[in-house]
Every structure is written in C-alpha cells, then in structure tokens.
C-alpha cells in the first residue's frame, strides 16, 4: 500500500484510529480457527458511517484493497487480511438505537456485540432470534455479512429474517440507507437488504442495521427424546413442526454421546444411549402439556425422553449438545464442515459419512450433530493433520453427491471459494460476479472471498 | 420488431405459440385496472424454461423488448406492453411438482394459478401462506415478481418469506436454478432469490419456484375489535402481536364500515359503529381461550367486541372487510394508494389524509383501510376524474413527509416510477440500476417498469 494512501486515511480518521503497529494489528490477521492469516498494511478505526465512506473513496482513489473486520469470529477466512490489505475494524460504530416496543425493532451500529444488543433488548421483554455461542465478541455487522444462523432458525428464521433495514457504503463509495425506518413492508425496487445479507463484505461494508426483535420468551423448556435410527428422529420432524411453540430441534448421535460423556465424566439422562437424540426446546407457557402432546404423537416411550421445566435443568440438557464441539476440541484439532441436506437424505449421509471419512482417514474421530429441522448437521472430524483437507471434502463431497449445500451456516470465505461453482452452477456464479461487478466495480471489497477467481 | 425476430421466435416456439391476431393479443394489452395499455409486437406463450431462455435469446439478437406477464392482474402497469414489445405469456409454465410433506415445501411453475395451487396443498393439509382476492388468475411467477402480500403477512411474511429456490432466464441469457431442491439454510454466496423477488420482471423472467407452505388451519377465528380512536387501535397491536394463534389485523374506519352497510344493505354488527374497528383472525384449537384473553388485554368492551367461531359467522365479518373496496368501486372510478407508514405515525396520517385529499379534490369520497399490523393501508379516493393524478400524489406526498413507503404491496410496475428516486434516495436507486444493467445488460426485459430512466 503506497504511503499517500496510509497519509489520506491518517488525515480522514486522525492518527490514533490507523494503526501500523505490528502488535496492534497481530489480533487482527488471523482468525479465530487459527487457519487464516495475514499482514495487514494497516488496521483502520472509523468511527461513523461518513467515515467509512471516506475510507472506502481513499480506497478507491490509491487501489487498496479493504478487508470488513467485526468480532472477528468467523470460521472460514472471511474476514481475514491476505497480505497487504487494510483491515476496517468496525467496531467503534456500536451505537444502539432505543427499543422501539410498539415495532418491536431497534437500530444497532455494525460494531454492537451480539450480547450489547441483547441486554439493550431484553431491558424490554425482546431479544434478537438469532443467538450464538460467541455472543460477547461477534458483532452485529458480521452477523448481518454472514447471515448467520444458530439453534433457533427453525422458529425465526436466519439473520436475513431478522433484518429490515441496512446503511453499507458499496465498493462503488456510495452511501446507502434502505428502510432504516423499519416499515414491514416496501415493495419500491430491488431488495438490497437482503442482498447485502450474506455478501460476506465483498459488496460493501455495512455500517447500520434495523433488526426486528421478538419478545423473550417467559419460560423454555427442553426435551430429550430418543430414537432407535436417524430415519425415525427424521421421521418424527413433521410431529416437532406442528407444536406452534418449538424452538429448536438438536440432533446427536450415540458416540458423539459418549464422547461428551466421557468429557463430562457424567452419564447421559437416557440409559441406554439412543441411537439418535433430538434435543426439543419448546417455549411459551404451556410447555409441560406442549411437551406430552409432543411426546404422544412421536410415540417416543417413556424411558427414552427426559423433560427439564426450569432453566437449571434446561440448561444441563443443553449442556450435552453444546459439548460436542468441545469434546471433539478436546482429542485434538478439529475438521469442521457444516452442510445442508434434503431431508430424505440425512439418514443416508449419516449411514455413509462414517465409510466415506475412515476411507481418506482411517482411525480419525468424526462426531455428527446438528440443528435436524433445517436440515442442517455438523460433521467435526479429529485425527488428521492440520492441512489435510480430505476429511472435509469427503464430507462435502459427499454432500454435493446428495443434494445438499456445502455450507449451511458458515459461508463460504476463502476456505469454500473452491466449491461454489459445483454448488451453485455456472451460470449462477456468472450472475453474482455480476452483480460483484456492478456494486464493486474495482474489486476493492474483500478480493478472494466468496467468489471464485474471474476466469 | 423486425420480421426476422418473429419469424425466429416462430421457429424456436412453432407458429401456435407466437400470436399476432389483434383479438387474440388484446386481453395481454391491457391490464386489470384498465388505466395501462399498449400495442404488442406479438404474444408468445413458450412452454418451458428451455424455451423461455430461446425467447430470449432471440430477443437480444434482434433488439426486442420483452414484457413477461403472468395472470396480468397487477395494479400498477408492471405487465403491460408499450407499444412495439413482445408480451411473453407464462401461463404454460404451469406445472406443479408433488408436495413435500416432510419439508412442507413444493415446486411450481411460474404460470400455474395461485387457486390450483392452493387445491394441491390442502390436499395434503397445508396451503400457501399467502392468499388474494385474485386467486383464480394470479400467478405463481407474478406474485413472486411482485413479492405479494396480503392479510396473513402478519403472521407469514410476504412471498419473499415463502420463496425458498428459484428457476429464472436473466436478461444476461442464462437460465439460473437457484435452491430448487429447497435447502433450509444455504450460504453459499449472493441471495439471487431474494433479489429476483420483487424486481417486477426487470432482471430476468421466472419460470419455476420451491416455496415453503403452511399447515392449512383446522379453525379460523374472527373477532371484531372497536375502538374510539385510530390511536387506541395502534396501541392495542403489541397485544395482539402477543397472542402466537394471531393470523391477521385488519383495521377499518367508521366511514368505510357505513359506506360498506349502504352497499350492502346490513347493519354492522357493532352500534353505534365504533370509530375504528379492528378486524382479527386467530388461527388453532385454542381460539375461543384466545379472543377473550385478547379482549381482555386490550381492555375493549363486551358491547364493542363480535366473536365468529364458525366458518360462516368468519366469512361474515370477512364481508365487512372485503367489501371496502367494492362499494367504494360501486360509487365510481377509485383512485387506489397502497401505503406503509411508521406505526407511530399511523394516526396523524388517518387525521391528515382526509383534508389532504379535500384540498385536492374537493368532494372526494375517501376511504381508508388496510392491514394494520403491518402499517400498511390502502386509500381509495372516488370523484376525482380517471386521469387526475393529484388524490394519488397528495396521498403518497404525505406519506413521504411521515416517514412511510409509497408502495407496500403493489410495486412500482410504471405508475410509481416518479416516486423511486424521493422514496429509496438516489444512492439506493443508483445501485438497483447498477444491478440492472449487470443481469439484464441489454435493457431488454420490462424497460420503462421499476426504475427511473436513466440519466
């Protein structure tokens, strides 16, 4: 990056907010899976929307390529500086709106945490739908990039549901606001709201969001029901769909069972461990009937479903699902892929992950789990070195082979860049450099994310 | 349009398929409101998506202008031909895949009515969530491209949160699948679903859909709720949101409710006629227990409260709703707004909009009505004559100055096209050309509907 750039951004967003210092910057050219990285040529602090544009047209000006940085959780390299880059760290732009109660909505700055907002929220009996594990760091605007999703998509939706309104400052240094007002409908041009959702920041860098909230729920309570096969937890969704008051629908398998208990050095609530548990969380007040309604019509038997009512016992429940990931951590350095299938097709995958795994790595440890009413499973695979990348494309190829998505949740980043053109076609991929082109026209946004290099 | 056009669009589609005949063309002409007509080149009806992406094809080569039109009941000019175009008539596309009971979801063709869809769906006891007046025409493909709305958006969403996949020939001419297989969660990439929903025909031409569906209600009930003001309606709207059996909010005001009792020759169920009356829809096993904790929440008195429970009783107080527009169109030509407005401004724009018109078109029989939940209302003005465009612009001017959007669920089609640019900001509407000219380069698809000409 020519020094005139570096003197531009210093006189835009004074001294203090760019930073060269290599120990400043280290935190922010690697990922959280530590598989990403590179050196920044700077880290820049803008602390307003308008200075975000002005970054974006000294961007434009001297051909440097940004990277949007939010809470730097992301999983695939999505938000890492390859090297040269100046990353835009958002995080100064977390400004929450008041909670709008009569709407239910709010307007939160791109750098808000996720854990801001839901304090700012729950002030007033609402929450954000969307929640997840890394809630204190993730911030809005990396949410909103990523589409993110979680446990509760099956009630609410992804992030894309949640969202009404956006400010981004596009790749062509434009500024644009749409719908920050929040009305619930506007049908006057082109959705760029939730075109922007999921663009992963290689159209533009979103600075504001208009999230709709829901009122948080007064009681949860969780379930634990056991099957004899996947086919019979599958079969049994239909069932779990129709109770108005499910919130999640979590699926485990019998090892990954055993190995969080073995890791918890407790014993599961159902004995014998099932072949396959869904983990149900119904909210509302009616959930202990809720739950026998639920209970009658999958025909579960008694010994193999475990209710907890208060939000101790809700949350050791929750503590075997959220021990998955953990325990696999726990054997060493884990392999993750996060795909999609049909629903008449996850008891195959199920049936054929494990061959497909042991045939490119024999002996490795694959734990399967997941939120089953999108569809949607985790596959972390532990054993093979850290640049063996067989594991994860026998997984998606696998995936690919039935229909599925190769990402469900995480995005593609760099580390799928290579599997969009198989999952989505040619001609699908053309019509998104398009619009790269249109909304970025020098490709100064987040190059080598998402998309395929132009051929 | 050149011979040599018509004679290829002859040969790729056969000479039945490519109708010159005035009489024939004419009810493509011109569009359900009568205030939008013009003179078509010719009507092609291309029987597959293979031929729909030679129809274009066809068209860039030549230069020709293509109007994609489905049941053609739009109210907005968005599928009528100006002079010279080819008007590309979807209706064979009219296939239905089978229902997915498992992931509740099925493909459809652009052309296929919305009514034989509906007739697919409950025969396996789900329906589509969203339902209009224009059933029996209105297409698959044309309330996708309009991204319509309804009374259950309350609960459901618009079309846009029933679409899931997509099959579309871009102006680009490519033909795109996009989710077919109708996947829950997919981040691979730019939302091309979403995008296309609502871009009115301007970006490419849809010909099949995966959409999700609903389980078709055992019970609907319908509650009446009056009020003294517009103000106390609004305010009573988060205890209605609060209610998880809420399916529809309809607001009615004490001159539309006499006007419809004159039509009608009965007398409405609440005396004296409240000065607005909220029309409610509950859906589930738990109606009656429902309405009277909702009566309760909102403090509305026994004698300002009509409770049907039954199919008929339902259908009855439904009369009262959809007879708003009918006996405004009984009285004369009506000059129709379909507005939103932010939930606090709601009742000033009810105090203001009578004068408002008043000042316009004195005399002017106003009524308003709409889905209040969603702050949307529509406005009919009748007096004024067919080609006086100023009820419609004081209307949407006000609007404007409140806060609100000039087109909840109509579009913009041609008659909103002055208002994009004061509605969306000229940023915005930059953007939106610039993703048009990246999927439909040649401007060959809809010109003239959606943006302003470019400058």
Redesign the interface.
Known sequence: VHDAALRDLRSVLGDRYVISDPDVRAPHEVDWTGRWRGVAAAVVRPGSAEEVLEVVQVARRHGVQLVPQGGNTGLVGGATPRDGQVVVDLRRLRELGPV?????QVTAGAGATLTSLQAHARAHGLELAVDLGARDTATIGGMVA??A?GTH?VRY??M??QLLGIEVV?G?G?????NL????????????V??L???EGT?GIITRTRLRLV?APRTRLALLLGFSSVTDA?AA??HL??R??LAAVEMMRRDGIELVADHLGVAFPLQPVPVCTLLVELI?DDGEADAGVLVAATGVSDASTAVATDEVGAAGLWRWREGHPEAAAARGLVHKADV?L???ELSTFNTRIDDAIERVAPGALTIVYG?LA???LHVNVVGPAADDEQPVDAVLDLVLQL??????????GVA?RR??VR???E??????Q??K???DPDGILNPGV??PDAR
Chains 1, 2 share one sequence.
């Open positions: 709008d109660e009569q709407a239910a990523t589409n999703g998509v939706g992804p894309r549901a596009l062509t434009a500024l644009v606001q749409a007002a929040g009305l619930l409908k506007d049908n006057t041009g082109y959705d760029l939730g075109l959702c999921g663009s159209l009122p599958v969704l239909p769909r129709a108005s008051s509302g999609t049909p629903f008449d939120h999108d569809g949607n229909g599925g998505s190769v990402s469900a949740e995480h995005g593609i799928k599997w969009v999952q989505r076609g001609t699908a991929v053309a019509a998104m398009a619009v082109s249109a909304l998402l998309l």
